[in-house]
């Protein structure tokens, strides 16, 4: 257990639905960041949160949105997703110091998304 | 463009073998690389390596930095089962004022009975 918790654990959906993956994490940090993770490629940052703000947004299309609403708690809305946008969707925490984002990171367990 | 390269992709060792992870790293104003493991899903840390601390050791796992080389190993000893996973290599780096974390695509390590 690392103190971060996703849910769901699995989701399958439709191009024209919408979903809300979900993460929460236990440990007092105050940053909190969501990951994209495919098959045969390093994980990719998609958003990070510091403080409630969000600080970098890596050119993530629009039918991603996330949502920080405390130090806690992070979502990620979903809709119109398109088959590529199917992996493993990893939230991650940690504790900002001084002007850098800590680099050790608590993950959860991921989202597996499969869009068809 | 910031690249981190691991090799090799994925390796098989009997149990009570030992293994040597590479990971190799192209990036602006290097600060710091991590070791993660991922079993199952979740990516737990390992070790964090700086100019300040270059080489870190738990148990069975060490991990040395070589800045002149831009690259890092990984060694794990006396391999068990329980040491099969997916071993992820990051790199940290000042990026406008925050930290980046770049990541590579893993080695898979399968550890035979």
């Known amino acids: 257990e690392t103190g971060v918790t996703q849910t769901p654990r699995h989701l399958v959906m439709g191009m024209t639905n919408k979903k809300s993956l979900k993460c929460e994490q236990h440990?007092?940090?105050?940053?909190m960041y969501w990951y994209k993770q495919s098959a045969k490629k390093p994980l990719e940052l998609m958003f990070v949160y510091s403080l409630e703000e969000r600080v970098e947004n890596n050119s993530v299309p629009s039918r991603f949105s996330p949502e920080c609403p405390n130090s806690s708690h992070l979502f990620l809305h979903l809709h119109t997703l398109q088959p590529e946008d199917s992996a493993l969707y990893l939230c991650?925490?940690?504790?900002?110091?001084?002007?850098?984002?800590?680099?050790?990171?608590?993950f959860g367990s991921g989202t597996q998304l499969s869009v068809l | 463009e910031d690249k981190v390269v691991q090799s090799p992709l994925s390796l098989v060792v009997h149990e009570g073998d030992t293994v040597t992870l590479n990971c190799s790293y192209e990036?602006?104003?290097?600060?710091?690389l991590l070791w993660y493991k991922q079993e199952k899903k979740a990516p737990t840390f390992l070790f964090m390596l700086t100019s300040s601390g270059i080489e870190k050791k738990s148990g069975r796992l060490s991990s040395i930095l070589d800045k002149k080389e831009l690259s890092s190993i990984l060694n794990i000893t006396a391999t068990q089962t329980g040491d099969s996973a997916i071993y992820l290599c990051a790199v940290g780096f000042p990026n406008f004022g925050n930290e980046k974390l770049t990541f590579g695509t893993g080695t898979r390590l399968t550890i035979i009975p």
């Open positions: 990036v602006t104003n290097f600060r710091s």
């Open positions: 991650a925490s940690s504790q900002v110091r001084s002007a850098y984002l800590n680099e050790k990171l608590f």
């Open positions: 440990l007092g940090h105050n940053a």
